[in-house]
């Protein structure tokens, strides 16, 4: 379980951030200290640890099932977009997981170079080889996919269409 890597990298090439299951604020937090000037995000929780965030202008949050929040953030984005997809029960049980509407969600925008930078990648990928991967290059076969590692374990997946952003975290 990571947080949003702190590259300023993905500020550079976006400027809206959009994250699912918000929690305790850390990633929301992480990017606007990198630049993002729009942060979206939601948890279907109640969530009582971000007061500074909601005083910050440009932080848009939602008391919200991700699917519900993203369906109408999606509705009026017109720009390519940065998506921080994290919202899971506490559980390692990735095929039940919401990621896969909101991965349909984003793949179906009219935008279709969204960066898409995916939590727990290890879990996923170790119950569903290759499923994430598939289902976003059937959407656009100009992806490609880098991937981040915590402790020797590949934690966060990211998926972009430039090579700019993957290319330049993983070797910095
Ligand atoms: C791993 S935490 C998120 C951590 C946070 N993104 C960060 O980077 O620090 C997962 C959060 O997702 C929320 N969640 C679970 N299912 C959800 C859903 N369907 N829609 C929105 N939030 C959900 C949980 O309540 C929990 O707070």
Not at 19 to 30: F, L, P, Q, V
Not at 67 to 90: G, I, K, N, Q
């Given at each position: 379980m990571g947080a949003f890597p702190k590259s300023p990298i993905f500020s550079a090439e976006t400027s809206v951030f959009?994250?699912?299951?918000?929690?305790?604020?850390?990633?929301?937090?992480?990017?606007?200290?990198?630049?993002?000037?729009?942060?979206?995000?939601?948890?279907?929780?109640?969530?009582?640890?971000?007061?500074d965030l909601l005083r910050v202008s440009g932080f848009h949050y939602e008391k919200r099932k991700s699917?519900?929040?993203?369906?109408?953030?999606?509705?009026?984005?017109?720009?390519?977009?940065?998506?921080?997809?994290?919202?899971?029960?506490?559980d390692f049980s990735p095929g039940a997981w919401s990621l896969w509407d909101e991965l349909?969600?984003?793949?179906?925008?009219?935008?279709?170079?969204?960066?898409?930078?995916?939590?727990?990648?290890?879990?996923?990928?170790?119950?569903?080889?290759?499923?994430?991967?598939?289902r976003i290059l059937a959407a656009n076969p100009l992806?490609?996919?880098a991937a981040i590692t915590f402790n020797r374990i590949p934690d966060i997946l990211i998926a972009e269409t430039c090579l700019g952003i993957s290319s330049s975290i993983i070797n910095p």
């Open positions: 959009i994250e699912t299951g918000t929690a305790s604020g850390r990633s929301s937090r992480i990017a606007f200290e990198i630049g993002f000037s729009q942060v979206h995000s939601c948890d279907i929780r109640s969530i009582s640890s971000i007061d699917t519900d929040f993203l369906t109408d953030v999606l509705a009026s984005l017109e720009e390519r977009a940065t998506f921080w997809l994290d919202a899971h029960p506490p349909d969600l984003i793949l179906a925008h009219r935008v279709k170079d969204h960066v898409i930078v995916v939590d727990d990648w290890d879990i996923i990928r170790r119950q569903f080889p290759e499923r994430l991967e598939q992806y490609s996919f």
